[in-house]
């Protein structure tokens, strides 16, 4: 019951939040800047969220980790550059699980490199007690995969994805959505994203947030089966909506640490494991 009941408040919580990373409907003032490192991790998962609810046994567990280096930089007042570089560390296990939903087994195997880096620009458009920004974001057809493996560090795509991002906040309390499209080459499906938080602060260095993700196809992809489908790294026709919290402490005006964990409620080619991420930054 309490379990249940976490959910609610949680699910609530997205009516009010969103987007990830730092930013909110925020720009950065002139010539200042946000940089952070971040790890992420899923460990050792063997099942996958199908749409109908039923679920994928994988043949062999995966492990997906994230390094991330992120920063936004302020043109102007209301103008901000974002940029974002992942490095991927996949791999599957040598045991075969003997309840996999595979008739055949891929080879077990590792695989490092980078993953879809993107530049995006900020623009803000209302300034004042409610903030309005508009996002273009665009992701580069940049990864590495292994056929004979089903593992990749990213989509074999390129992705343009322009998002409205509202919100505002007090020195003790924020709140901002935000809502695109994501348009991607190579015959993947075009989908709805969206990305909530809502934060209080406490003690005056502790930021402590309730946040969600949703991802939903608009039209479906026509890309033939490729082996993402055994792991569930980065295949075509993903879905979910997730939500989770984030802690934040401020070290200094400058350094600060960060840490979230997500759940998705539910999805499709996507595990059901929750990932975690650590994260330190640094602002000038």
């Given at each position: 019951?309490?379990?249940?009941?976490?959910?609610?408040?949680?699910?609530?919580?997205?009516?009010?939040?969103?987007?990830?990373?730092?930013?909110?409907?925020?720009?950065?003032?002139?010539?200042?800047?946000?940089?952070?490192?971040?790890?992420?991790?899923?460990?050792?998962?063997?099942?996958?969220?199908?749409?109908?609810?039923?679920?994928?046994?994988?043949?062999?567990?995966?492990?997906?980790?994230?390094?991330?280096?992120?920063?936004?930089?302020?043109?102007?007042?209301?103008?901000?550059?974002?940029?974002?570089?992942?490095?991927?560390?996949?791999?599957?296990?040598?045991?075969?699980?003997?309840?996999?939903?595979?008739?055949?087994?891929?080879?077990?195997?590792?695989?490092?490199?980078?993953?879809?880096?993107?530049?995006?620009?900020?623009?803000?458009?209302?300034?004042?007690?409610?903030?309005?920004?508009?996002?273009?974001?665009?992701?580069?057809?940049?990864?590495?995969?292994?056929?004979?493996?089903?593992?990749?560090?990213?989509?074999?795509?390129?992705?343009?994805?322009?998002?409205?991002?509202?919100?505002?906040?007090?020195?003790?309390?924020?709140?901002?959505?935000?809502?695109?499209?994501?348009?991607?080459?190579?015959?993947?499906?075009?989908?709805?994203?969206?990305?909530?938080?809502?934060?209080?602060?406490?003690?005056?260095?502790?930021?402590?947030?309730?946040?969600?993700?949703?991802?939903?196809?608009?039209?479906?992809?026509?890309?033939?089966?490729?082996?993402?489908?055994?792991?569930?790294?980065?295949?075509?026709?993903?879905?979910?909506?997730?939500?989770?919290?984030?802690?934040?402490?401020?070290?200094?005006?400058?350094w600060g640490i960060n840490g979230s964990i997500f759940s998705a409620g539910s999805g499709n080619l996507v595990p059901k494991t929750?990932?975690?991420?650590?994260?330190?930054?640094?602002?000038?």
């Open positions: 019951m309490k379990r249940a009941a976490l959910k609610i408040v949680l699910l609530l919580m997205l009516i009010f939040q969103a987007v990830a990373f730092g930013g909110g409907p925020w720009t950065q003032p002139a010539n200042r800047g946000y940089g952070q490192l971040s790890f992420t991790g899923i460990l050792a998962y063997d099942r996958l969220f199908t749409a109908d609810g039923s679920g994928i046994t994988l043949n062999r567990d995966v492990t997906d980790m994230t390094l991330m280096g992120y920063f936004e930089f302020g043109v102007n007042d209301r103008l901000t550059l974002i940029g974002y570089i992942p490095y991927k560390m996949v791999k599957t296990a040598d045991d075969i699980n003997p309840n996999g939903d595979f008739a055949d087994t891929l080879m077990a195997g590792s695989l490092s490199g980078f993953g879809n880096p993107g530049l995006a620009v900020k623009f803000s458009l209302i300034r004042g007690k409610v903030l309005l920004s508009g996002q273009v974001r665009i992701d580069a057809e940049i990864f590495a995969r292994e056929r004979n493996t089903g593992l990749r560090t990213g989509y074999f795509a390129r992705s343009v994805i322009p998002s409205l991002i509202v919100g505002g906040g007090t020195s003790r309390f924020y709140a901002f959505a935000e809502a695109g499209v994501r348009l991607r080459s190579n015959g993947y499906s075009n989908d709805f994203v969206a990305n909530m938080e809502a934060g209080y602060s406490f003690f005056g260095k502790l930021w402590l947030a309730g946040a969600g993700d949703i991802l939903q196809t608009l039209s479906e992809g026509n890309r033939p089966a490729d082996g993402s489908e055994h792991t569930g790294l980065y295949a075509d026709g993903q879905e979910y909506i997730a939500y989770g919290v984030k802690m934040i402490y401020e070290i200094s005006p400058k929750a990932p975690f991420t650590v994260g330190l930054y640094y602002k000038w």
